[in-house]
């Protein structure tokens, strides 16, 4: 698989981006991006985001044209067509503060016309596969939490309707005219819950640093955005229906949690007494 990756030098780039698990780089000539993942998160996730990026724009999804499998040498990742001029919804709320509403009552509309949109289940994954795959190999996850999790993913529904994978607005980007959307490595499809409870996870469990490091914004403010999106998204404005909906988020939540944390320690080792504890909290609500 290494003769797929072609080596790149990183003089020849600098870096514009840091998310949870990669960090990113704008090549000087202005036209390509290169994602490189952190140290150790291997070659293999790489390759299959890649892939995924590769089916998701085949689809005519608006999305960055995947060019190649790229290494410095010691991490991995994809080189994908550079947009001119382009913002993050994040980008644009942390220099415009009065285009949170606006913008998160369209990233709502985005959501909810991708989630009527029917999946190529030959060619992408079921969430519900993947987060599956990830309880069953995390090691050091307490057996009776490993069950109880794999017994609510057994009961929770099936469908066949797209899913980004990580559900924010960072990863909606816009020049003003073109709305693409970005880091589609965990596209898959099944139930739209997968996609709702990482934003509600992002607005409600992300701390200050990584709340600026990520998104450029503060907790309240992200608070503020999944208020405004939910109800536009929901199509709702009593706080009672929105406290409904979030409850019917929380197995979700409990279950894409150890998929996320799961991935971002390749699996290994045991989640913290926090994260266990939190699980636990969302599977018994």
């Not at 899913?163 to 139930?191: C, K, S």
């Not at 934003?199 to 208020?227: C, G, M």
């Not at 991935?263 to 018994?284: C, F, M, Q, T, W």
Request: aromatic letters at 10%; one cysteine or more; proline letters at 5%.
């Amino acid at each position: 698989m290494m003769e797929q990756y072609e080596q790149i030098n990183l003089e020849d780039y600098f870096q514009t981006g840091e998310g949870g698990t990669a960090l990113s780089y704008n090549h000087k000539d202005g036209k390509t991006l290169a994602k490189l993942f952190m140290p150790g998160m291997g070659a293999e996730q790489a390759e299959r985001e890649f892939k995924v990026n590769q089916v998701v724009y085949e689809m005519g999804l608006p999305t960055p044209r995947p060019i190649r499998l790229v290494t410095d040498g010691t991490r991995y990742g994809a080189e994908y067509e550079l947009v001119p001029n382009k913002r993050s919804f994040t980008r644009i709320i942390s220099q415009e503060p009065e285009q949170l509403e606006p913008l998160s009552v369209r990233f709502a509309q985005l959501a909810k016309q991708l989630h009527n949109t029917p999946a190529d289940t030959t060619k992408l994954p079921a969430m519900k596969d993947l987060v599956r795959a990830q309880i069953v190999r995390y090691e050091g996850l307490p057996e009776d939490v490993r069950e109880k999790a794999l017994r609510y993913l057994d009961i929770l529904p099936d469908t066949t309707t797209c899913l980004h994978g990580d559900l924010h607005i960072g990863n909606i980007i816009t020049d003003g005219e073109h709305t693409l959307w970005i880091d589609v490595g965990d596209f898959a499809y099944g139930a739209p819950e997968w996609d709702l409870c990482m934003l509600f996870y992002s607005a409600n469990y992300v701390n200050e640093q990584r709340a600026d490091n990520i998104f450029h914004l503060t907790p309240d403010v992200l608070k503020e955005h999944w208020v405004l999106f939910a109800k536009a998204y929901y199509g709702i404005s009593d706080e009672g229906e929105l406290m409904e909906k979030e409850r019917a988020l929380y197995p979700y939540f409990a279950l894409k949690l150890l998929f996320v944390i799961g991935k971002l320690h390749n699996g290994l080792g045991a989640p913290s007494d926090a994260i266990i504890a939190l699980v636990r909290r969302y599977l018994e609500m």
